[in-house]
């Protein structure tokens, strides 16, 4: 029997896709969603990567998406609920709808998800099988700028305490909650210093440290319930 895959929502690009290649580097069968066509997905898939269009901005794109995972797999290993908008706060009758889409893309999605695909984990034949939310530190400090961005995040660090309450012993469910782990495109060094300096470790990391996070979930059996901090002592200062 064929291992069964993990699905990176959002692996196109950034952290998901640095996690979608170091799993096919130990050997996992890896599904990812994307929104839109790049480059990028043609080298995934040279590597096995199977790729599925998925847009979380609307529930009718949830359960689209939903109807297709079951269509192209019977059993999973793991979800890794990555897909995100980081999207600053909007003005005016624009706040509502921001909201709103946060909401769908950073609650909505991986609550119908986790509903939906349970089965799908409780059909993998191995001893593991887990649920990784990647949450945000602003989720339990807040954020002047991306006020609904943060709420949605901590919204989605709650669901790993529901959910990991609702699905022991079958399925372990945990957060990851980064801090600054690697620049925009866009971001020029004045932006790199600032935001190094907001950590204790004063540094970027880059993904890999994303990794070893996951790494770390998916290996240990005795861990649920739980938010991994990955912030480089962002508290301490
Ligand atoms: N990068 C960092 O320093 C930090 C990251 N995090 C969290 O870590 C995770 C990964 O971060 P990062 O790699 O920078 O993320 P990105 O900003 O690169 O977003 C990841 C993917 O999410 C997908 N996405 C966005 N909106 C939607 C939507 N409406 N429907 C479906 N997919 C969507 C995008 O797909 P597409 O490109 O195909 O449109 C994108 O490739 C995120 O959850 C983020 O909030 C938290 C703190 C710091
Ligand atoms: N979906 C995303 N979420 C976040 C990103 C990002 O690029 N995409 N980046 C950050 C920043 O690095 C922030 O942590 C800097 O303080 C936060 N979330």
Redesign the pocket.
Known sequence: MSAAPILI??????????CAERLCDDGHPVII????E?PALEALRARGVVTLQ????DQA?IRDFIVRLRETTSSLRAIV??????LPDAEGDEAADNFE?LF???ML?PYLINLEARDLLEACGEPLRDIVH?????ATRGSRKHIA?AAS?AGLENLTLSFAARYAPSIQVNT?????????ENDDEAYAEKARAKSALGT?PG?GV?YESLRYLLDNRYVTGTTLPVDGGRHLR
């Open positions: 929502t959002g692996g196109a690009q950034r952290l998901g896709r640095h969603t994307y929104r839109r790049r998925a847009d979380f901005g794109g609920h990555n897909a995100s908008d980081w889409h769908r893309v950073h999605a990647m949450t945000d530190y602003v961005y995040k990851i909650a980064p801090a600054m782990i690697m620049l925009g970027i993904p994303i």
